[in-house]
Each structure stands twice: as structure tokens, then as C-alpha cells.
């Protein structure tokens, strides 16, 4: 009985599979959007970081396996390929390995959610437009939730990136967590505060 009820509450986390954007590059991990989305959502899901900065899709696939054993998520958000794209890799490299994630997932019996990345603009109008066309082909052909790139607004307010200019400071952090809040409630079937209460 136990044990039942340990998978059944593992099988309610969300696995956060990304790079720096989301592991909290130069700040805590407890200020990253995963941990503050976690607390916002009082852990129902819980929301596990599985994110390392620096990481390309290629270690994002090779550290999935163990992840998936250990937390056995019912839904994986899967925020990769941003190193790719900046290393200059082929974007058909970054595609199928992308597919391979996906499938992993799938095999393991958890959700992927697809996030859409996008490369800054001066690496070219055809190569990034070939990148980001990966994302939406993946989310077509496996029938995925394409989730939207939070960067893209982060990158409006220069308040809110660090000197580098790619990476968001830790005052971005509370933006992002409440913008992925309304972007994946729908597709891991949260229920907040209010709709709860209204339920009793």
C-alpha cells in the first residue's frame, strides 16, 4: 500500500528537462521559475528542476533515463536546444535528438511538453528560422503542446537580463514562474486556490 501510494504521488510531478534558462544560471536554484512555480502551485504538481545549465539536447537525453527512474514524472516540460543553436549545431542534429527525448518520454508513460526556443537574431535569418522551425514540426508530428519561448518577453525589459545578455537575473524569475503558470496549468490539469475552493 505504501509503495502504491508513493508512485502515485510521483507520477504527479513535472519534470523541468532545460539548460541554464531554467537551472537559474548565477543565482540559487531556489529563485529559478521551477522552485518559485513549486511553491506557487503547493507542490500539486510538484515541480522538479531537472535543468543544467550549459547543457545541450544531446546531455539532456543522456541524463533523461535516470531521471525519469528516479522521479517517474507524469508530465516532462522539455527546455532544450538553446546550446545547441549557439554552438552552431545543424538543426537536424537538434531535431532528432529532440525526437528522441520526446520518444523516451513517452515510453516511460510520462506527458512531453514541448518548449518552443528561439536563437537571437544575429545568427542569421536562415539558420534561425531553420532552428526554430524544429519545434512546432516536433509538436505537430507527435501531437505535443507546443509551450511558448518565456524568453521572448523577458528579453523586452533589460532589467530583467544579465550583463551577458542572453541569461534572465533573478528579478525576471517571479515573471517567468507566473507566466509558465498560465501557460502549462491547462496542460498538467492544475487546479489553483480559487478553483479549488469553489469545487468544495
Sequence with gaps: MALTTLRAA????????????????????????????????????????????????AQGLARLPALLKLHQPRWVLIELGGNDGLRGFPPGQ?????????????????QPLLMQIRLPANYGRRYTEAF???????????????????????YLKPEWMQQDGIHPNPAAQPFIADLMAKELAPLVKHESAESKQANR
Excluded at 39 to 49: F, M
Excluded at 94 to 110: C, D, H, P, S
Excluded at 133 to 154: C, D, I, T
Design 94 to 110: 537538434t531535431e532528432q535528438t529532440l525526437r528522441q527525448i520526446i520518444q523516451q518520454v513517452k515510453t516511460a508513460g510520462a
Design 132 to 154: 526554430s522551425a524544429v519545434y512546432p514540426r516536433l509538436a505537430k508530428e507527435f501531437s505535443l503542446p507546443l509551450v511558448p519561448f518565456f524568453m521572448e518577453q523577458v
Design 10 to 57: 510521483a507520477a504527479e510531478h513535472l519534470l523541468v528537462l532545460g539548460d541554464s534558462l531554467s537551472a537559474g544560471y548565477r543565482m540559487s536554484a531556489s529563485a529559478a521559475w521551477p522552485a518559485l512555480l513549486n511553491d506557487k502551485w503547493e507542490k500539486s504538481p510538484g515541480v522538479v528542476n531537472g535543468s543544467i545549465s550549459g547543457d545541450t539536447s
